[in-house]
């Protein structure tokens, strides 16, 4: 029977994640385990935590379902999943469903997309699950369309994950709305995000100063072909993403300049000394 690993960044009793629970528990021939932080670590990037010991207790979801909590990141989360902290080997991670879109840019901070990362670099295939809820929402999203949407792809992923090779792993961006208001599903590529992040300072009551990285909610170029187009033109964007970080076309460029000079300089300024 497939084993799938659930997460996410926002906490193991955030909404999101019982909704991601209720979309795999409609999967016929499909168990799960539950591993997630105790606490939210949104923005959080990709940790790995090395200075200190990680503590692993059980809790009881909302609904009575049965999870490990821990007192490490995302990663850390998937990744002791992985090396051990079940019993039985996990098949698929998925995580999220995180209650604001990770569009462009965003997956190199989000903590719900380096879960799935996580899972990549163990050899284990990833996908993360967004829901582009507007910035003014007040209250909880209505995860209602999100959880069909999400048990349908990882039917589709459960059923072609032999076709993708090793260190890919899937950033699956919903549209907010009913799901007859979704237009279908794109495949796509990450988008231009567009930051309008500010630095205030301030000063505590003894006057040291400290500061807040701010600012209003980031925005996006909707180009057709793009995440942050599909999510905008009302569809679900799935976007694979990989390990290999290398920037191939500028490789050739790079033999171009004249790296003899490097050891050289380098040798003569240690001469001179």
Excluded at 86 to 108: F, H, R
Aim: some cysteine; proline content about 8%; overall charge negative.
């Amino acid at each position: 029977m497939t084993h799938i690993l659930i997460t996410n960044d926002d906490g193991v009793f955030h909404p999101g994640l019982l909704a991601l629970v209720e979309a795999v528990r409609g999967i016929p021939e499909v168990e799960y385990s539950i591993v997630a932080p105790h606490r939210n670590w949104s923005a959080s990037g990709h940790v790995k935590t090395l200075h200190r010991p990680l503590r692993v207790w059980e809790v009881r979801l909302t609904d009575g379902t049965r999870a490990l909590a821990s007192d490490g990141a995302p990663s850390d989360c998937v990744a002791l999943a992985l090396l051990g902290l079940l019993e039985k080997p996990v098949d698929l991670v998925v995580s999220g469903i995180n209650p604001m879109a990770n569009l462009g840019y965003d997956v190199s901070y989000s903590g719900t997309v380096t879960a799935a990362m996580e899972a990549a670099i163990s050899g284990v295939l990833g996908v993360a699950f967004s829901l582009n809820s507007p910035a003014d929402l007040s209250g909880s999203p209505d995860y209602t369309a999100s959880i069909v949407i999400a048990r349908r792809v990882i039917r589709q992923v459960l059923a072609h994950r032999d076709t993708l090779p090793e260190g890919i792993f899937l950033n699956v961006n919903i549209p907010y709305g009913p799901l007859e208001d979704v237009r279908g599903v794109q495949i796509t590529r990450m988008g231009l995000r567009v930051y309008r992040d500010k630095l205030e300072r301030r000063e505590d009551p003894r006057g040291v100063p400290y500061y807040w990285i701010g600012g209003e909610a980031p925005t996006g170029i909707p180009e057709p072909g793009t995440d942050i187009g599909a999510v905008a033109a009302g569809y679900v964007s799935i976007t694979p993403l990989q390990l290999d970080f290398t920037a191939y076309p500028v490789i050739p460029t790079l033999h171009t300049w004249p790296w003899e000079e490097v050891l050289g300089q380098a040798r003569a300024e240690d001469d001179d000394e």
